[in-house]
């Protein structure tokens, strides 16, 4: 079993790791891809990378004018940023992301455990609709599941799992009680996360539940 990094460390390197291979893969899409959605609802694969860059192109004073033009309504600013965001050239979005690979960044309590969990499931609403087989290797993808099945997590992203176990078909990992939910780990951590997945990547009796139409 692999080894999640633990120490403030391992935890900035693995943060540093995941940017890195995220940036490669995007500099692998064609053109139109950029325009693709992923499965953050009404996000294209520009408006998210639009997203996950955005801590690193706003400073304070910036920030905080854009929540306070939403109101002080976060959701509200994190859509419109991405999508206003989003315009910008692909090549300029990536030269962001590799420009921060080692950035300090960290959502307001999340510590550099958060940072890893958002970089890794944007990662995925990324990649999986898109069709793109790339694992996120078991350490890191742990630290997520152990950080995503936390208290304050599950209540942030409201995924109702009553009656229901997560069970992973590739790694030695199970989360919760009740009917199987099959799956892989990485495809578990975005059910975790209120994602819907396309069908096909899930089985047992709940899968219906978490899957739609492929779009």
Not at 96 to 103: C, E, G, P, S
Not at 105 to 122: E, N, Q, S
Not at 136 to 145: D, I, K, Q, S
């Amino acid at each position: 079993m692999a080894i999640s990094p633990t120490t403030e460390t391992e935890l900035t390197d693995a943060i540093a790791a995941e940017r890195g291979d995220l940036a490669d893969l995007l500099a692998t899409l064609p053109a139109h891809a950029w325009d693709l959605p992923t499965l953050c609802v009404g996000w294209r694969v520009r408006d998210l990378v639009a997203h996950v860059t955005m801590p690193f192109r706003y400073g304070a004073v910036r920030f905080l004018a854009e929540l306070a033009r939403s109101r002080g309504n976060f959701d509200l600013m994190a859509d419109r940023c991405a999508r206003r965001d989003g315009a910008a050239a692909p090549s300029a979005l990536l030269q962001a992301l590799r420009d921060n690979v080692t950035n300090p960044w960290k959502p307001p309590g999340g510590g550099y455990r958060g940072a890893l969990t958002h970089d890794v499931i944007h990662g995925l609403d990324v990649i999986v609709p898109l069709g793109i087989d790339r694992r996120v290797p078991e350490g890191r993808l742990r630290l997520v599941l152990d950080s995503i099945t936390a208290p304050a997590a599950r209540k942030h992203f409201g995924t109702d799992l009553s009656g229901i176990e997560l069970r992973a078909d590739d790694i030695e990992w199970s989360f919760g009680s009740g009917q199987p939910l099959l799956g892989g780990a990485q495809d578990l951590a975005l059910v975790l996360s209120g994602r819907t997945l396309p069908p096909g990547r899930l089985s047992g009796e709940p899968a219906a539940r978490f899957t739609g139409r492929a779009r």
